[in-house]
């Protein structure tokens, strides 16, 4: 069997269970390699977990294995015991796939060699800023990488210098700055607390898709770094600055919150911003927290169509769409009666009754004619 899973929780005996393991692994033929495993361990207060963990892994690393997932956790939840990963896996050259989670301490005060590692997912603890460096330096072929910090982090500076990497995911909170050098990076996600301002991209010319979903401002300069990006999903549950002047001249498919603040300044910007873009998708956020909070937003005819409208816009889609707002309905006409290419304009009519459906319909219906596209409407349930 190539790929194995072993739990251990709530019992007082992690030597016996190691030397279980121990055992199951040097019993394989010695021509099978270990593609896979998964040791999932719930330690009690007096566990030496280092020791017995460690020798674990070190069967493991001797077995070749390829793809490792560690999972540490206490069986009382406040302890504050980490597990220290030991030195050999720094150093293992057969890993191509690491997933550390829970109570892992990261201390590597030297450069590492992980020459084959692929993926990479930390949700783990460091010791210091340097560790973060020394660890990812030594990943010279790293494509995917997923950094989640569930709680206060260990590192004010966390960077990210790695030239191969393609795919990113920062899930964090608290107060850590993330420094990104990775040209050949071409999906970004970013979500949780993290504060956007503290996200220092790098030039990233291969840059396919960005999901930025944070409850932090976002700021110019660093919406500013994803000018290269292909798909933008960009929702902010506080503000948005946006930076003048900025072109974003790859763009073909653009998601963006409407009923927020400031949302209709930020639509026409990046329209405006967007010159190629050809699918554009709205989506309402919660409309009592709004209206409790007492967001108003008010429609300013623009001077000039975007010439994304003009030239290239094809598909129009508005999800929960409900025309509460008449700022709403005239984004709408705007959009219907100035995309000259437009093919489709879907609209959600979830949560509607059968009166409201039907003036909704009769509404859009009446803009799609008077359209000089040849658009086709559609509503979802």
Known sequence: MPNLAFSYKVTNDLERFSDNVSRCLLSREASLLLQSLHLKIKFNVKDYMDYHIGILLGVAFGLQVRELKLQVSPRIFHSLRLFRVPRSLYNCQT?????????????????????????????????????????????????NLEVVQSTQPDVKIF????????????????EVVYVIKAPSLKYLKVARYIGFDSI??????????????????????????LT??????????????YPTGTIFYRLVYLKLPSRTDDW??????????????????LTCQDWSQNEKDGVKVK???????????????????????????????EVVKYTLLNAKRLKRATFSIKGLNSDERIKMVKKLESLVRASKSSCQLRLLE
């Open 95 to 143: 890993l191509e796939s690491l997933k550390l989670n829970q109570r892992i301490l990261i201390d590597v005060p030297y450069p590492v060699c992980l020459k084959s590692l692929r993926t990479l997912h930390l949700m783990v603890s460091y010791k210091d800023d340097e560790s973060v460096v020394n660890l990812l330096s030594g990943c010279s072929h790293l494509e």
């Open 159 to 174: 960077t990210i210098d790695v030239p191969s990497l393609q795919r990113l995911i920062i899930k964090s909170i608290g």
């Open 200 to 225: 220092m991209i790098g030039n990233t010319p291969e840059l396919e898709e960005a999901d930025i979903n944070t409850y932090s401002k976002i700021y110019d300069y660093t919406l500013g770094s």
């Open 228 to 241: 290269s990006v292909k798909r933008l999903c960009l929702v902010s549950h506080s503000s948005i600055t």
């Open 264 to 281: 209709l300044n930020l639509l026409m910007f990046m329209l405006n911003a967007s010159p190629k873009l050809q699918v554009l998708k």
């Open 299 to 329: 429609w300013s005819q623009p001077k000039n169509v975007p010439e994304c409208l003009l030239l290239h816009l094809e598909t129009f889609v508005w999800k929960g769409y409900k025309q509460l707002l008449e700022e709403e309905k």
